[in-house]
């Protein structure tokens, strides 16, 4: 007889597999709201959105990961084709708060359901992303403020020019998932 060495319940894999899911879907999301914006003429915010595309990435091998390292069964399902493009900037900015927004409360949902099931590693786990929501969130929300300074939808062109560039210079600081440890998750 072979030992069940799975250490989630089914009720927690699917769950993860579905926030795994999730994180996919939106490397896609952000991927195609950064060929948008290159086809826009916004070279900096595509470059932004392409390396939020890959941090949403990121997210998703941690979760399978995880999931693999339980014991779990890690499925990788379809997902469904991106949105349609964004209208103009404000759109897009507003749609990567909603999307995030979105984001925290599926990742709020399992902690609940990782306390309810005392499944402590799990929520021990999961403590990396509500930390990353937090920040992702504020990120999403300060493009929008950023936009709104530079005059939102009536923004001039040398203000998108100076926002195109400031996004440009931002930081890449996303870190590959096989790098994280107990100590530094992120």
């Known amino acids: 007889m072979i030992m069940n060495t799975n250490r989630l319940s089914e009720t927690m894999q699917n769950a ?40 949403e990435r990121n997210h998703m091998i941690k979760f399978m990961r995880y999931i693999l390292d339980r014991g779990g069964e890690a499925k990788v399902e379809a997902i469904p084709a991106p949105p349609e493009n964004p209208q103009n900037l404000t759109d897009c900015f507003n749609k990567v708060f909603q999307h995030e927004v979105e984001n925290t409360t599926s990742i709020y949902n399992i902690v609940d359901m990782a306390l309810q099931e005392k499944d402590w590693a799990t929520w021990n786990f999961l403590q990396w992303f509500v930390k990353e929501q937090t920040e992702e969130e504020k990120l999403a929300l300060e493009l929008i403020d950023k936009l709104k300074i530079a005059g939102g939808d009536k923004a001039s062109d040398e203000s998108l020019f100076t926002l195109d560039k400031s996004l440009e210079a931002a930081p890449d600081d996303v870190s590959l998932p096989q790098e994280a440890t107990a100590e530094n998750p992120s």
Do not use: P, V
């Not at 290159?38 to 941090?55: K, P, T, V």
């Open 16 to 55: 993860l597999i579905k926030q795994m899911t999730k994180e996919s879907h939106a490397s896609q999301i952000f991927l195609s709201y950064g060929c948008w914006a290159d086809i826009q003429g916004y070279g900096g915010i595509a470059n932004f959105l392409y390396r939020h595309s890959q941090e």
